[in-house]
């Protein structure tokens, strides 16, 4: 089950507006990979912890270079209908981490909302067909794109796609996984994987303290952070009749899909 958890998280984190860790929540093993991730340090657990986040890696992998290729698929033919899909997948999300909170901190909440909405705010129009160039600058930029996205794939509510397509970065990256076999891009991908490493180190660490510190006031800002996330995802256009009604299909079905798999989750 790990790798087909990693498919879905490697899945997210090439979705603007979507982050892995939110799936890691709302699938029920965020705490898990937190702690795995931590018990790479420790002799206690580290066998274990190793073989559970070399499966999640290996489906991550999995997930991003399939996902990249289908996601220029559907964004060129059912673009609004493959949002709307995805605002289905963070409604799941958002009701499943919420009703896990006894008690939420509003003013985090509403904290969490505006960092997501001030992010988009700032987002830029990419062309599609952008790709890298072999330097020591692209070098240095994957690095630090890496550890973006090592840092966002375990901190729920904050979408490294969504930040990266900020950064004017987003259709770079996934065009380096669609091109993968190419072996400059294998390269390229290589120091990108470094950046990775880096990111998901330091909030892995960063996240064990709060939850275990803070933890009322940390997910009341992941609630906002998902939250915030559904306005993102809303496609800005003329919408009819036609338009609508396969929009909210498209969303009844991500939600259901979500809702299916964790009740599969519970069952296992």
Known sequence: MEILYGILVGAANIIP????????????IYEKTINSLNNLLKKENKLTAIIYLIKLFFGAVIGIVVFAKLLNYFFNRLETETYF???GLVISSLISV?????SI???FALLGVIIVLTLNYFKIDNDINLLYEFSITTVFILILVGIISGGTMILPGISGSLILLILGQYHKVKNLFINILNINNLILLGFMGIGVLIGVFIVSKLMK??????KKYTMSLIIGLIFGSIYVLIPKIDYNFGIMATA???????FLSVEILKYKNNKI
């Open 248 to 254: 909210i299909a498209s969303l009844v079905l991500g």
């Open 17 to 28: 507006g979507v982050s892995g860790g939110t799936i890691l929540l709302l699938i029920g």
């Open 209 to 214: 303290f709060l939850l275990e510190k803070h």
């Open 98 to 102: 919420s009703k896990k909170e006894k």
């Open 85 to 87: 899909f995805f605002i």
């Open 105 to 107: 901190n509003k003013y």
